[in-house]
């Protein structure tokens, strides 16, 4: 009697240990355990391996599409991009299939059903990473907002959200009237590109309408794939181009006008008597002064670059012409002294003529000159 039940302990001690030192063999090698309660929806091959690809006929086909959520944020000193994306992968594994009683949901890419995205660390997944991304956040509240779906076919899909700063080379010689294209590149980490193949699939990507930026009209465009040629070997990749135009508005409010109403207070500072030098140099200096606190304001939204923009030669213009200004009357203040009034007169006539017609004629040449392309539509 005693035999019998010590015998029966050491059974019911040893048989879930031997369960469970052949589960954690099965999850050290990477072989799906096809008795695991994670898997009872699937049909999956005797000694499935998660390190082992799908098999296929020359490079895996990976196919992809992404919904464009948000564009949280552009920062162009740092010249980063901050996105919320939805990114689908679609591929063919035939050792899964899902079993005829659980096909229970259909879409335009046949019957399917949903496991939890959990799974998706026991099975062959792709090594997808996002290039030259700086910082990956999952807005979660509890589970991952993350799906993963097997269809009758044995087509696989994954879908995960997540929002993603990355870098974003920009250029400034054009600002304000700049446009930025940012290329988002999605890229196998360890995989060649004759192991696998990636694609956009047609038509998929879908960008929600209700997007907006202060300062960006934006547009965006799938894409085709690539493969990388700076290491000693290729790796498939995708891309999402995303092309930002600056809104001008907000620069010719704040920079243009105001700059061009000081252009035009020096200028009628020309107007006030020679005899009145304190007001002449006074309404002068604040003029160059306030341009130049302006300018400098300006100029801290962008990165401190070593060429000049387009903004920097509409300063450099300005400042001119105010300095002609001052110029102009330390000249007559000279001839008047010399006792060359008369001719000191005609000087001023002809400044206060010619000024005003030299700042139209530079703004004649300027905004034909930055506005082609901007207003081009490409």
Known sequence: MYKYNALCLITTILVPLCESAEHFQNLSFGILDIKSPDVVQLNVSPNYNLHERPYSKGPLKITASINLRNILDVD??????????????????????????????????????????????????????????????????????????????????????????????MDFHRYPVDEQYCEIKFESFGLQSNQIQLG?????????????????????????????????????GLILQLHLTRVIGYHIVQTYIPSTVFVVLAWMGMFIPVESVPGRVGMGMTTMLTLTAMFSSTRQNVPKVSYISVLDIWMLIC?????????????????????????????????????????????????????HNYLDGE
């Open 76 to 169: 162009e000193k740092a010249q980063i991009v901050s996105l919320e994306t939805t990114l689908r992968l679609y591929w063919k594994d035939p050792r899964i299939s899902p079993k005829a009683e659980y096909l229970e949901s259909f879409d335009s890419m046949g019957n399917y059903t949903t496991l939890n995205p959990s799974l998706a660390s026991k099975i062959w997944m792709p090594d997808i990473f996002i290039d030259q991304a700086k910082v990956l956040r999952a807005p979660s509240y509890f589970i991952q907002p993350a799906s993963l779906r097997v269809y009758n076919d044995s087509l696989i899909r994954y879908s995960s959200r997540i929002n993603f700063d990355v870098a974003c080379n």
């Open 200 to 236: 956009w699939i047609p038509n998929s990507m879908d960008v929600n309408q209700n997007i907006t930026l202060a300062q960006f009209h934006f547009r965006v465009k799938l894409m085709d794939s690539y493969s990388t040629d700076y290491y000693d070997v290729s790796y498939p």
């Open 319 to 371: 400042m001119i012409f105010v300095f002609s200004t001052m110029a102009e009357f330390t000249v007559v203040i000279v001839l008047v002294r010399q006792g060359k009034k008369e001719f000191s007169e005609q000087f001023q006539m002809v400044s206060r003529f010619m000024l005003p017609c030299f700042f139209l004629l530079v703004n004649l040449l300027y905004w034909p000159l930055i506005m």
